[in-house]
């Protein structure tokens, strides 16, 4: 079992940069997974934090706008977003398995099997 606890969410306006952190406790995971899921839409994959194919990914989507950095020593991965647009308003997930394939499968939602509640993102023009 892993659990999941996203913090850092909020409203920016167009430009403005935000630190998305992700906190987990219980059993080490495979890897870590950032998603992220606007109204109306589907879930979407953002970044990849996969230690032991030391694999850090980023969507194309967001443009070389969103980077991750784990803590040190710590269980929390952060997603670092910077030059945020209204397109990046959403709710941000942090999904963790400790399945290999579903990470070299990372983008596909379907097999994850930890998930936390979600942070809220509006990004404001």
């Known amino acids: 079992r892993v659990d999941l606890v996203e913090s850092g969410g909020g409203s920016v306006q167009t430009g403005g940069s935000l630190r998305l952190s992700c906190a987990s406790s219980?059993?080490?995971?495979?890897?870590m997974v950032w998603f992220r899921q606007a109204p109306g839409k589907e879930r979407e994959g953002v970044a990849l934090?996969?230690?032991?194919?030391?694999?850090?990914d980023v969507a194309d989507s967001v443009k070389g706008r969103v980077a991750i950095s784990p803590d040190s020593g710590t269980t929390t991965l952060n997603l670092l977003m910077t030059s945020l647009q209204p397109e990046d308003t959403g709710k941000y997930y942090c999904?963790?398995?400790?399945?290999?394939?579903?990470?070299?499968?990372?983008?596909?939602?379907?097999?994850?099997?930890?998930w936390g509640r979600g942070t809220q993102v509006s990004v404001s023009s």
């Open positions: 934090f996969w230690p032991a194919r030391a694999r850090r």
């Open positions: 219980g059993d080490i995971p495979e890897c």
């Open positions: 999904a963790a398995t400790t399945t290999r394939y579903v990470c070299s499968e990372w983008t596909d939602k379907r097999g994850y099997t930890y």
